[in-house]
């Protein structure tokens, strides 16, 4: 059973241009969830998706954007970079809207550099 | 709004040894716990959840326990080895997100 797929695995962007990030939950998962992991700030949640919904969001300013699909598929987008961005960032799936009794599996990030 | 703190943020041990990495949250009110590996640059693995009715999970070497009455979660790793060597989280299942703890970053000396 393949795992949790996020593409690509590195990126290096420019200050001021914009990315997209893509994450393919477990099959079945309609959970995806979105984290932020920085060497100062740890693991930040950014927002939640369940069966196409965003049912949480975190603290983050409004250049960061998210959707999902009718096929679980999620993306998330970062508008206008900012050194600050530069981070690993996890997409994480569940079968179970907050995780529940199966809990969450992780991709294994895309790391993204800004310059 | 939940904190979780994970001390101490670094622990080498040799191997062989049994260890107990600590987990603390504010909120007794938890959901569940979720315990996680992170290899350097890789996502992260889960280990083990303890639901909130329950008292501890096991899993092969590793054993996790919840005392919510405490505020405690503790992560037990009998005969460790060097393929150990890792940073571990742990994280509370809480409202529609994870909150996680800073993690611990385990060495384990041949």
């Known amino acids: 059973k393949a795992g949790v797929t996020q593409t690509p695995r590195y990126l290096i962007k420019t200050r001021g241009q914009q990315v997209t990030l893509s994450c393919s939950p477990i099959s079945g998962h309609r959970s995806v969830s979105w984290y932020q992991q920085t060497p100062g700030q740890g693991l930040q949640f950014l927002f939640e998706y369940f069966s196409e919904t965003q049912r949480n969001k975190g603290n983050f300013p409004g250049r960061f954007s998210g959707r999902q699909f009718s096929n679980s598929r999620s993306e998330m987008n970062v508008s206008t970079l900012e050194l600050g961005d530069s981070a690993l960032y996890l997409c994480?799936?569940?079968?179970?809207?907050?995780?529940?009794?199966?809990?969450?599996?992780f991709g294994s990030g895309t790391r993204l550099t800004v310059v | 709004k939940q904190e979780v703190t994970q001390i101490p943020a670094a622990l080498s041990v040799p191997e062989g040894e049994n260890l107990v990495l600590n987990c603390s949250f504010t909120?007794?009110?938890?959901?569940?716990l979720q315990w996680f590996r992170q290899d350097p640059g890789k996502g992260l693995t889960s280990l083990l959840l303890i639901q909130s009715s329950q008292r501890e999970q096991t899993s092969g070497r590793l054993n996790a326990s919840l005392d919510k009455s405490s505020g405690r979660s503790t992560l037990y790793i009998a005969a460790s080895q060097p393929g150990d060597s890792a940073t571990y989280l742990c994280a509370d299942q809480g409202a529609q997100k994870l909150v996680f703890g800073q993690g611990t970053r385990l060495t384990i000396n041949p």
């Open positions: 909120d007794s009110a938890i959901y569940n």
């Open positions: 994480a799936s569940s079968p179970y809207d907050r995780g529940g009794a199966y809990g969450y599996t």
